[in-house]
């Protein structure tokens, strides 16, 4: 296993694609600080708060599933998994070092440009606050953007297709989870949709009342999410054959 995360980490850290995807990724943390900062309007006023961090990654959230998608399934088609099976003794090795590579990679992305929206922040007319609540806000939404990596990466081994792992989740995210929310008869179970479970969870952490206070179906949705997903991912990653 120590090898397998030596080789993907040695493999992400030098293609050209990661550089890119490092520069969008982190700028779409910092970047929207510096444009309100530049187009500050006075009858907005207000510091920056987490609130306006978690617009910052919600960019970073789409840009996510995006690398995660691609860079998995881009990999596969090139060949990657063939080295993989013919230079490693078991098969799981390899996804399980793609996805650990992928995750670490996702989270210092984050935490760097979050690290660098707070100092832009500093130079905001307002100012900047940030309570308890708000670095928990942004500690759930790096989990929630780790959990939809994982379901990119899955779909990634399993359909062979970047269309598809970028495709489905964002589909999902942001057309068929907003359509379901307008039909009354499905809002009972909306609670238990993925995406809207994950808003739900970042709700919470910044309200008033307890955080574990209606947040379980939110983490049992989010959890089982990553566990099926995964799953469905080795299974696929150490059943198929790679492609021809």
Known sequence: MY??????????????????????LIGSCFGPIILMTFLYDIEYQGPIDAGDLGKCASIFHMLAVVFAGASTATEIRNGSTEISFLTQRRRWTSFAAQLLATSSFLSLTYVIGMALALVAAQFYPD???MSAKGWGYLGVYLSIILVWGVVAMSLAVLTRSVAAAIAVPLVWMLLLEQLMSMVPMLAPVMGWMPFSAG?????RVLAESPVAAGS???????????SMFSAVGFLCHTRRDVPG
Do not use: D
């Open 3 to 24: 090898h397998s995360l030596r080789a993907e980490i040695v493999r992400l850290w030098t293609l050209r694609s990661t550089a890119v995807h490092s520069a969008l």
């Open 216 to 226: 379980v179906p939110a983490v049992v949705v989010l959890s089982g999410l990553a």
């Open 127 to 129: 100012g900047l606050i």
């Open 199 to 203: 808003m739900e969870l970042l709700g």
